[in-house]
């Protein structure tokens, strides 16, 4: 919910205008924000955001990795051992 708001906020800045034609306008011309849960991209006219992979154990918490979101016909880069998180 903050992202989509900071989206639109960056929105209204871009079309320095609060006006929904205007905002749609600069929300198609967005291709990347950097939001606090990551960069989303919206170059294909649907959202595509990375999702940060977490190792939780009685050891704590370890960041695994990061699943790239999809591109059609490509399979997603993982980092490293997000395969042993997952099993």
């Known amino acids: 919910m903050y992202d989509a708001f900071g989206l ?3 929105a209204a ?3 320095q205008s609060m006006d929904p034609q205007a905002l ?3 929300l198609m011309e967005t291709r990347e924000y950097a939001g606090v849960a990551g960069l989303g991209r919206y170059d294909s006219g649907t959202p595509e955001r990375d999702a940060q ?3 939780i154990t ?4 370890r960041f695994a990795g990061t699943l790239r979101s999809g591109v059609p016909g490509r399979a997603p880069d993982v980092g490293p051992k997000l395969g042993e998180v997952l099993r």
């Open 24 to 26: 749609a306008a600069a």
């Open 58 to 61: 009685h050891k704590g918490i």
């Open 53 to 55: 992979i977490l190792e």
């Open 13 to 15: 800045g871009q079309a």
């Open 8 to 10: 639109l906020f960056h």
